[in-house]
């Protein structure tokens, strides 16, 4: 196996290790901007509308300027529900004009109900999302732990490339 050969597969798997280091740090960045964005829509609907689910109604609040108290003490609005075998889960969808219904067990429905209190729709209010820490600044840590990564490989591949080097020095013709 010759020298170039060698440093093409050593160049291949520092590649792929790469774009393995590069789409593990992608998709954790991705899961921790989508828990964000769920939770920042959650505040938003939470802020607008509450919905309490019974067996056989939903009662639904409309939390004007986010005050619960107030909405609370106003008459719900009351909705039917579907028939279902335990109705526990309710949740309003994603742009707050549906309620989804669900009943444990596995396999079972979940029913879309029309809200009738209003919540606008988290979409018109939202940031856009980003990475950010805690402290505001962008949250760089795994993009610095992907650079060190790659960083060690390229030092490995070099030192690899001496090595083989050295070795056919050392040997006689």
């Known amino acids: 196996m010759g020298l170039r050969l060698k440093f093409n597969l050593v160049l291949v798997l520092v590649l792929a290790l790469g774009f393995a280091a590069v789409g593990f740090i992608s998709r954790q960045m991705l899961q921790d901007n989508a828990r ?5 829509d959650a505040h938003l609907l939470m802020d607008t509308a ?10 639904e609040f409309a939390l004007p300027g986010g005050d619960l108290e107030a909405g609370l003490a106003t008459e719900p609005v009351v909705s039917p529900l579907p028939s279902t075998r335990q109705g526990e889960g ?3 969808s994603r742009d707050g004009r549906s309620l989804l219904l669900s009943t444990e ?14 919540a606008p729709s988290p979409q018109a209010t ?12 962008p949250d760089l840590r ?23 080097g050295r070795r056919r020095t050392d040997t006689p013709r």
């Open 36 to 40: 964000e964005e769920v939770l920042r």
């Open 105 to 118: 067990g596995r396999g079972s429905p979940v029913h879309r109900v029309t809200a009738r209190a209003q």
């Open 142 to 164: 795994l993009l610095v732990g992907g650079a060190v990564v790659l960083l060690v490989l390229l030092v490995l591949l070099v030192l690899l490339v001496a090595r083989a």
């Open 126 to 137: 939202a940031e856009p999302v980003l990475p950010v820490a805690q402290e505001g600044a």
């Open 50 to 59: 509450l919905a309490v689910r019974t067996y056989t109604d939903v009662y």
């Open 90 to 92: 309710l949740a309003y």
